[in-house]
Nanobody, 121 residues
């Protein structure tokens, strides 16, 4: 049974930090490209950051560059998102995403259930 379980969300003041985790099970984690997405109320879900299967390549949304860091531990089957200098506009539900690529096309995709991040004073 495939599971992506996010944790680490919560309420934080502007300028604060949070570390999200996504524990994966039921599939070969190291073969998958992993990403964090977020969705704010009334907005489309957007890509926050992604990391390749071997963790050599990462990419970030312009809005989080220099503040967020994505990482993965293929031995622990866990994805992380370190979020620093948080802003009220970072408030959203954050989702963990796993995709398996073949010939640059998505053949399998999994989503977590999401964790709420609220940045407010």
């Amino acid at each position: 049974q495939v599971q992506l379980v996010e944790s680490g969300g919560g309420l934080v003041q502007p300028g604060g930090s949070l570390r999200l985790s996504c524990a994966a099970s039921g599939f070969t984690f190291s073969n998958y490209v992993m990403s964090w997405y977020r969705q704010a109320p009334g907005k489309e879900r957007e890509l926050v950051a992604g990391i390749a299967s071997a963790a050599r390549n990462t990419n970030y949304a312009d809005s989080v560059k220099g503040r967020f860091t994505i990482s993965r531990d293929n031995f622990k089957n866990t994805l992380y998102l370190q979020m620093n200098s948080l802003k009220p506009e970072d408030t959203a539900v954050y989702y963990c995403n796993a995709i398996l690529l073949k010939d640059y096309e998505i053949v399998i995709q999994y989503w977590g259930q999401g964790t709420q991040v609220t940045v407010s004073s």
